[in-house]
């Protein structure tokens, strides 16, 4: 066991080498952050981060710890589905069903959005999913941003503080603020493309709330379940979904029904958020 000094120092740590990641393999470009040469160089940075974050923790964890085994650390990640039960073709099917379960928490969550677009934006659909799943902006918001960013401020970070047996409310709510801190970054950005102070601090504000409100979700998905692919399964739906939107059509009085699925969303999501994480692999 480690000391929970010991763990804030190391998650902190942790936290700040994958922001370091993103700037110093870019830090002599001007380009702009959607820009495909600013792009493929942070995909290429933070991969190259997150791969040192996924060997080094496991090895810290056990020099720092000698009763924490090697392939005990690495499996606890969460990386390879069954592993942290008996690995075999049925825990494989029981992690693929968490994975399933979690996406249908959300799936719940975001009724109203998902019936929105089913009823009157689907003829979009064949690009929207070019968009989202075949350009370099779309891939680095839903595919890389979710992988990398799970697996270092959840899967990395957790098993941290899993080792200093720290208490479940920390967990939930102090490393999601560290996830919530990380996407301040975006403010110097802001800046440099004109930002005014008041709309910079507004949308940085709003930024960390939402991201630290969303890194406790993914934390407490993950130690429910002990899979970090529901947690990057789950903050690709919802960076894909994004915030629900109020721009809807008013056709048949649709608004209203609208209105009223995202709040039976809320309840459903709710009531299902224990359920629907329950699982065998759970590390807590």
Not at 197 to 217: D, E, H, N, P
Not at 236 to 260: I, Q, T
């Amino acid at each position: 066991m480690i000391s929970t000094v010991t763990a804030i120092a190391l998650s902190t740590g942790i936290s700040v080498s994958y922001v370091l990641g993103i700037y110093l393999h870019n830090r002599n470009s001007h380009f702009p952050r959607d820009s495909p040469v600013t792009i493929r160089n942070r995909i290429k940075s933070v991969s190259i981060v997150t791969l040192a974050n996924i060997i080094l923790v496991p090895l810290v964890l056990c020099w720092l710890d000698p009763y924490y085994t090697l392939p005990q650390a690495f499996s606890r990640l969460g990386l390879i589905p069954g592993a942290s039960l008996h690995f075999g073709f049925e825990s494989l099917v029981s992690s693929v069903g968490d994975v399933f379960k979690c996406w249908l928490l959300l799936a719940v969550l975001y009724i109203g959005p998902i019936l929105d677009y089913t009823l009157f934006d689907r003829k979009y659909a064949m690009a929207d999913f070019r968009d989202n799943f075949t350009t370099l902006i779309g891939v680095r918001n839903h595919i890389v941003a979710p992988i990398t960013e799970e697996l270092v401020y959840t899967s990395c970070i957790l098993n941290v503080c899993l080792l200093a047996n720290m208490t479940l409310q920390n967990m939930i709510v102090y490393t999601p603020l560290l996830f919530g801190v990380a996407h301040l970054h975006h403010g110097w950005e802001m800046h440099q493309a004109g930002g005014t102070l008041r709309k910079i601090a507004v949308i940085c504000t709003f930024q960390m709330a939402y991201t630290s409100v969303f890194g406790m979700l993914t934390n407490f998905i993950f130690l429910r379940t002990g899979s970090v692919w529901c947690c990057v399964v789950v903050h690709g739906f919802c960076n894909l979904m994004s915030f629900p939107s109020h721009d809807v059509s008013p056709k048949y009085g649709w608004g209203y029904a609208y209105y009223g699925l995202l709040v039976f969303g809320i309840y459903g999501f709710r009531h299902g958020l224990y359920p629907l994480t329950a699982s065998e692999g759970a590390l807590i």
